[in-house]
């Protein structure tokens, strides 16, 4: 079936009548997208399930309320959105006591007292256009914290505005700095522990 075909009338009927194959179909066309969107919003892959799941439940018991005046993949990835966003603010505090010692911890470690680096680290953006050191970036990513990770991503793969993320993560402008300052300074120590540094950029 065509994508044009999803929000035809006679296919939501279908879907609204729980046709088993119209709704494997949909499931097809749309599960894999899905669970990547939820990936790249920082999920792991079992949160990623779960959300995908939560969102699949929440369109099939709404399905009546869709009446295709937008597209159906619209209409699919509006509910996963709205699902992650309350996966973050309802499963973790982003910011907590821990946060700050340690990111008042890393100050003292790592900077002098006019602010530069004491051993200035490579610049973990630039790897991305590294292909040897691809691997490396991508198993430091895997690593971070999930709260620093989806802030990352946010920020500087999907290159959302900071009010967005603040908006969609529930964060205060200062918080959401601070979690992508620790979220590049831990891929630094990461990439420095896999002997990359930038002599070899």
């Not at 996963?80 to 946060?99: G, P, Q, V």
């Not at 256009?129 to 198993?139: G, M, P, R, V």
Request: aromatic content about 10%; charged content about 30%.
């Amino acid at each position: 079936m065509m994508d044009q075909n999803f929000s035809s009338d006679e296919f939501l009927i279908k879907l609204r009548n729980r046709n088993p194959q119209a709704i494997a179909e949909l499931v097809t066309k749309y599960n894999k997208q899905l669970y990547n969107a939820a990936c790249g919003r920082g999920l792991s892959g079992d949160n990623a399930e779960e959300i995908l799941q939560s969102t699949w439940n929440s369109f099939f018991e709404g399905v009546h309320r869709f009446e295709g005046k937008s597209h159906i993949r619209t209409y699919l990835f509006g509910i996963l959105y709205n699902k992650i966003k309350e996966y973050w603010r309802n499963n973790s505090k982003f910011l907590d006591s821990e946060d700050n010692d340690s990111f008042n911890h890393m100050i003292d470690n790592h900077y002098d007292n006019d602010g530069r680096w004491t051993n200035p680290p490579i610049d973990p953006e630039r790897f991305v256009w590294i292909q040897e050191a691809k691997t490396s970036l991508e198993d430091c990513l895997d690593r971070l914290n999930e709260k620093y990770r989806v802030a990352f991503n946010m920020k500087e793969v999907e290159g959302m505005g900071s009010e967005a993320i603040c908006n969609e993560l529930g964060l205060s402008r200062t918080n959401l700095g601070v979690l992508i300052f620790r979220a590049k300074s831990l891929l630094r120590e990461c990439l420095e522990k896999k002997s990359i540094t930038r002599k070899d950029v």
